[in-house]
């Protein structure tokens, strides 16, 4: 606007012309040009003041200016890169609300089950000893990904790994909540049929030899929830350097390459390789995916406060944008798939599986402990998260924030919590009232093996059918942030997602199985593509603070930006997770991904 013409207007507006007056000197001084400047798009910014435009210009990292073709003109000098979008959809780069990134580090050093021709006990073998035969000087074998759905019961055998190495061997499976280990691998960790059960976790026993009192019953080779920390506190971790190869490895070869740019960490530990790898790579510059970190406290070791006080030390630690570790994390609950999820009901074939007709699965915390340490840590400022599946774990987690709230008062320190694949219909009204973000992953809410194999049949029909809600935490406008998991979801690609929420339906699980159209879980929570949108962009910075930084595309915010080969809010909805869509990848400024097409 022409300060000259605003002058015409008159003097009963005089106090309006000081104002576009004031905006007519700006205009008139050319602005500082941009490093690079996107035009002809589609540009879906996330802000609702500014819902769509043309034109996007990017300076130093950070967005200069959003608006028309024609406005954008002003930024482009004889440096700044011109990218010609012709048309194509420009958006906010996802967060991926709960993942484990540091966890690729399995991908280059650990076993990759996930990979197995089969689920099944002969092809797992085969890939471990392609695995040890290529590692022959690793002290002890780590592995990840066997299927819980191929073996339900008492999980996998260590009779199974014999003869594969006399070395420990420890396996994680695909949900991360149980472990297969060979005997050397029982024999570290002291675990024998001298070993109870610890709180919140299972040794498996061979069938037969279980009893209640010592000796308890012959170890099985698969360890459960807490019972995995009894192992994991011995086994040989990796060493920082090959987190860090993990680490750029996720960045470069996961991450970036589906849009991802925000990544919490959802289980770390004080003074951990992996804590210190990420800050390393923070100090360094290499990261390309701002991390948050949570810290796990556990329920097995006395009292809390030591705990606390090393979780905010090592907060203290982190300064830089790239890399904070703000949470702290709790497990209210396993996962339904090992028994270990918390219901408010039984289990469909607790009688069967348990010998307990009333067996509802095993809370991790005393709900008085799990009260006292969400209170302690929010109290130490920090941020809480919790993993919760069965609806009473969900419950229970809610009335421990209720009670930080209670004797800490109301702060602004975002508690959340995820997976939430139970949700009593009266608790959703309570993560509004409680400003809980509530943190699904979208990416498991299919009728794929995981439903038919382990849900149905251990949750019953019902209540295998009305699993992971989404549009009742929006109708109750709580905030809701999308996650995938990772490696869980060891393909963490956010459009798919966004179908998924949308449609309730995808041709294929990344848990098993091929969906046939019509399977459609739960329908009634499906959700819109701008809900989803929002989950994956803005709601994730909200949830790890950082929505004044990015989530959005507006003047000032870090430019972290995709580019998408189609427009996801005018396709069809099964074409909304097609293929890879993601073109560039954009963070801080830079071109972190590029498609080569
Ligand atoms: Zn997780």
Not at 32 to 50: I, L, S
Not at 277 to 298: C, D, K
Request: glycine residues 8%; charged residues 20%.
């Amino acid at each position: 606007m022409k300060g000259s013409r605003v002058v015409a207007v008159g003097v009963l507006l005089a106090a309006l012309i000081v104002v576009l007056a004031f905006a007519g000197t700006a205009a008139a001084k050319k602005p500082r040009t941009a490093d690079t400047v996107f035009k002809n798009g589609y540009v879906y910014t996330v802000n609702p003041g500014q819902r769509t435009a043309k034109a996007v210009a990017v300076r130093a990292g950070k967005i200069q200016y959003v608006g028309s073709n024609r406005g954008v003109r002003a930024f482009i000098g004889r440096k700044t890169e011109v990218v010609d979008l012709k048309g194509k959809m420009l958006m906010p780069s996802f967060a991926d609300g709960h993942a484990h990134p540091s966890a690729a580090v399995s991908f280059l050093y650990a076993a990759n089950l996930y990979d197995a021709e089969a689920a099944t006990t002969a092809e797992y073998k085969v890939v471990l000893a392609d695995f040890i035969a290529a590692n022959p000087t690793l002290e002890a074998y780590q592995g990840s990904g066997w299927s819980e759905a191929a073996y339900p019961g008492i999980g996998p055998l260590k009779a199974d790994l014999e003869g594969l190495t006399t070395k420990p061997m420890s396996l994680w499976s695909d949900g991360h909540h149980s472990l297969w280990v060979n005997q050397a691998a029982l024999d570290l960790a002291g675990i024998d049929n001298t070993t109870a059960d610890p709180i919140g976790g299972v040794i498996e026993r061979v069938p037969g030899s279980v009893a209640t009192d010592p000796p308890y019953g012959t170890p099985s080779g698969c360890l459960r929830e807490s019972a995995t920390d009894m192992m994991m506190a011995v086994f040989p971790d990796f060493t920082v350097e090959q987190y860090k190869e993990g680490i750029l490895f996720y960045q470069q070869a996961i991450a970036n390459p589906v849009g991802i740019t925000l990544s919490q960490d959802a289980v770390q530990f004080p003074g951990s390789n992996s804590v210190k790898a990420y800050e390393e790579l923070a100090q360094a510059g290499e990261l390309t995916v701002r991390i948050r970190g949570s810290l796990q406290l556990m329920p097995n070791m006395g009292d809390v406060a030591p705990q606390v006080d090393a979780i905010v030390a090592e907060k203290a630690l982190h300064k830089t944008t790239l890399y904070k570790t703000v949470a702290a994390k709790f497990f209210a609950d396993g996962v339904i798939e090992g028994h270990t999820g918390y219901l408010l009901e039984p289990y469909a074939d607790a009688l069967a599986f348990k010998g307990d007709a009333d067996f509802r699965g095993v809370p991790i915390w005393q709900p008085t402990a799990f009260n006292a340490a969400v209170m302690k840590a929010d109290k130490a400022g920090m941020q809480i998260h919790v993993h919760a599946i069965g609806d009473a774990a969900v419950s229970e987690s809610l009335d421990a924030i209720a009670y930080a709230e209670a004797v800490n008062g109301k702060r602004n320190h975002r508690p959340m919590i995820t997976h939430l694949q139970l949700v009593d219909g009266n608790d959703f009204a309570r993560f509004k009232n409680l400003g809980v973000t509530a943190l699904p992953q979208p990416y498991w809410f299919l009728m794929d093996d995981y439903y038919h194999y382990l849900q149905v049949p251990f949750l019953g029909q019902e209540r295998a059918d009305d699993e992971y809600p989404m549009k009742s935490f929006f109708d109750q406008g709580v905030h809701v942030a999308s996650g995938s998991d990772f490696p869980v979801t060891p393909d963490p690609n956010a459009l798919v997602a966004m179908q998924i929420g949308v449609m309730r339906w995808y041709p294929e699980s990344s848990m098993g199985g091929t969906i046939p159209p019509g399977d459609i879980l739960w329908p009634e929570e499906r959700v819109t593509i701008q809900q989803m949108i929002r989950s994956f962009t803005i709601e994730g910075a909200y949830a790890n603070l950082l929505e004044k930084t990015t989530g959005s595309i507006k003047v000032g915010k870090s430019a972290d930006m995709v580019v998408l080969a189609r427009n996801i809010i005018k396709c069809d909805a099964d074409e909304i997770g097609e293929g890879n869509a993601v073109l560039l990848t954009m963070f801080r400024g830079k071109t972190v991904f590029e498609a080569d097409r």
